[in-house]
C-alpha cells in the first residue's frame, strides 16, 4: 500500500493539480458476513487493534502518508467502544491509552 496505492494516488492528485486528502483513515478488521456473529473473531480483531504490532504499522502508515502529502492524516475516529462492526475509535473510552492511539498521537503532531 505504501509503496503502490498512495504514491499512485498522490501522481494521479498532482497531474489534475489537487491535494491529495486523507478522510476517514485507519484499520478496518471486522467479520464478514456470518463471521460478525462469532464473538471469539471479533474479540480477536478487537484485540489486534490496539496491539504493539497495530500501533507500528499506523505509524509507517502514517509515515508513508507523509512523504506523499502535507495534508492531515485524518483517522475515522477518536473515541468509539469496539464491537463486532469494528473498532472504529483509536481510543476504547476517554481514559484509555494504548499503541495505535500512541502511533496517532506521536504521527499526528502538525495534524
Not at 51 to 73: K, R, V
Not at 75 to 104: E, T
Request: glycine share 12%; charged share 20%; net charge negative.
Amino acid at each position: 500500500m505504501l509503496a503502490e496505492i498512495l504514491p499512485y494516488h498522490a501522481a494521479i492528485a498532482a497531474d489534475r493539480g489537487l491535494k491529495l486528502m486523507m478522510y476517514e483513515g485507519g484499520s478496518h478488521v471486522v467479520g464478514y458476513g456470518n463471521q460478525t456473529e462469532d464473538e471469539a473473531l471479533t474479540d480477536f480483531f478487537t484485540h489486534l487493534n490496539f496491539t504493539p504490532e497495530m500501533g507500528m504499522l499506523y505509524g509507517e502508515l502514517i509515515a508513508g502518508w507523509q512523504l506523499q502529502s502535507d495534508a492531515p492524516f485524518n483517522a475515522f475516529v477518536d473515541v468509539y467502544r469496539p464491537g463486532k462492526w469494528g473498532s472504529w475509535g483509536a481510543l476504547r473510552h476517554l481514559g484509555d491509552d494504548n499503541p495505535r492511539w500512541q502511533a496517532l498521537a506521536k504521527g499526528c503532531l502538525t495534524c
